[in-house]
């Protein structure tokens, strides 16, 4: 039997498109692939016949899960989902990396060749475990020949907002949806300040400082999206917050001026497509900007030149940067007047070209699905484990299931909740019609068959 390509989304918004259209290419080859809630389709590993599980990162917080797959017989083959914007190397390893979860992929899939370059840096990476140079699926987004699977919703944007102003924050360390999640919890009566998980891996010092730089940041945007609505009044601000942020305080500036608006509705890409200038502050949007040829500005009125350049610095190079509001306004202004584009030059093409693969020649989906055959997944599934092995992890994904349903449904902020913010109900239908909408593009996938498999999973076969 053909292994089963098992694909968990975290964030719909930001993840699902480029990952079902990763599925429509394995479907089309003959695999048969379970794609949805990363949290449910947990829930359903121990029935989800032998395959390979598709990680978005190796951090050490996957270690259990990462047991339990190989003890079922599921083989694990991985990307890094943040390496595109990462801390230094040393750092980057200690929070984003760990022998233990490492040892437990088979294949590496990078973005380009600085990922492949950082990850052979690691000193805990196995000799025989290959990096494939590949490009990301939500690369693949971006290219000229997908955008227009975004057309009809970035007319409907541009039909309802006009030549709108993106404002796109990332400060899910010092807002989080919950508090659990942060780069620290806060200290309460009965307990120091502690790491949240955004933290686990992170040196104290490193992640204090980071703390106290976003937390500036973050006071800077809370000033600086009222200040781009008394000073651009005839536009709307459309304010984005990162996935895993809270969006209370951006509500609370929204009701005081009615042409800003708060929105995480749908992906990035139509909006960024749909308006005429995005500003943000080391947030990866800055990059999809930069490389749809939209005018993007890294806002940096509090400058750390170790977080801002060493930690963020690729979006933040991709962008027209400016250090304080009158500059950020006298920008806007060029921009908005059709005086002054993307921030473009050799020395940014040759930095992207080095941080992003796939975008001409065959789809980085393409390339991943082709090394999945080359490897043999695409006739055989992965051998079965001796059946003590195979009935531990059972047992123990069971038990990981029930627990972490119990843990998900506990009063106040709860992951039930924060789950259900990012992955909301989505039906067959839906799935349906995003396949025929790249069917359309691409002129396949005719025979591709939507089916549920469970809450919030689904089953994609040809």
């Not at 980071?210 to 609505?229: C, G, N, S, T, V």
Request: proline share 7%; net charge neutral; hydrophobic share 40%.
């Amino acid at each position: 039997m053909i292994s089963t390509l098992i694909i968990p989304v975290e964030s719909q918004v930001r993840e699902l498109d480029a990952k079902l259209l990763l599925a429509c290419i394995a479907a089309e080859q003959g695999f048969p692939v379970i794609i949805g809630s990363r949290a449910f389709t947990h829930f359903e590993i121990a029935s989800i016949p032998r395959g390979v599980y598709l990680a978005k990162s190796m951090r050490g917080i996957s270690s259990s899960m990462f047991t339990i797959l190989r003890q079922l017989g599921h083989e694990i083959v991985a990307w890094e989902e943040e390496a595109l914007v990462h801390p230094p190397a040393d750092t980057y390893f200690s929070l984003r990396l760990s022998p233990k979860t490492v040892r437990q992929v088979s294949h590496i899939f990078s973005w380009g060749e600085e990922n492949a370059d950082l990850m052979r840096q690691y000193p805990a990476l196995p000799d025989n475990l290959p990096i494939h140079i590949t490009g990301n699926p939500r690369g693949d987004m971006l290219r000229p020949e997908i955008r227009p699977y975004f057309a009809a919703e970035v007319e409907r944007l541009r039909d309802r907002f006009g030549d709108f102003v993106l404002v796109n924050t990332n400060f899910s360390d010092v807002n989080p949806y919950i508090p659990s999640i942060g780069l620290l919890i806060p200290r309460s009566r009965s307990r120091p300040a502690r790491m949240g998980q955004a933290g686990l891996g992170m040196s104290r010092e490193f992640a204090e400082g980071l703390y106290e730089h976003k937390q500036a940041i973050l006071a800077d945007f809370r000033q600086l999206i009222p200040a781009l609505a008394r000073a651009f009044p005839e536009r709307k601000i459309i304010v984005r917050p990162h996935p895993s942020e809270n969006q209370q305080i951006y509500h609370a500036i929204a009701a005081e001026y009615p042409q800003i608006i708060v929105s995480n509705e749908g992906n990035v890409i139509p909006w960024l497509l749909a308006t005429k200038v995005m500003v943000h502050n080391g947030c990866t949007t800055g990059l999809e900007a930069y490389v749809l040829g939209v005018p993007a500005i890294s806002y940096l009125a509090t400058l750390n030149e170790y977080y801002d350049y060493d930690f963020q610095g690729l979006p933040t190079r991709l962008s027209h940067q400016c250090f304080n509001f009158q500059e950020l306004a006298d920008t806007l202004s060029q921009i908005l007047s059709g005086a002054l584009g993307a921030a473009e030059s050799e020395e940014r093409q040759t930095l992207i070209d080095y941080y992003l693969t796939a975008r001409d020649g065959p789809l980085a989906c393409e390339r991943i699905t082709s090394i999945l055959k080359e490897n043999g997944y695409g006739k055989r599934q992965p051998p079965a484990r001796p059946l003590g092995t195979y009935l531990q992890g059972w047992l123990l994904a069971e038990l990981k299931a029930t627990l972490t349903q119990l843990y998900m449904r506990r009063p106040g902020p709860n992951r039930l909740a924060y789950h259900d913010h990012r992955f909301p109900p989505i039906s067959v239908a839906d799935i349906e019609c995003r396949v025929e909408r790249f069917g359309g593009l691409l002129n396949r996938f005719r025979s591709i068959k939507v089916a549920p498999y469970a809450k919030h999973v689904f089953r994609i076969t040809a």
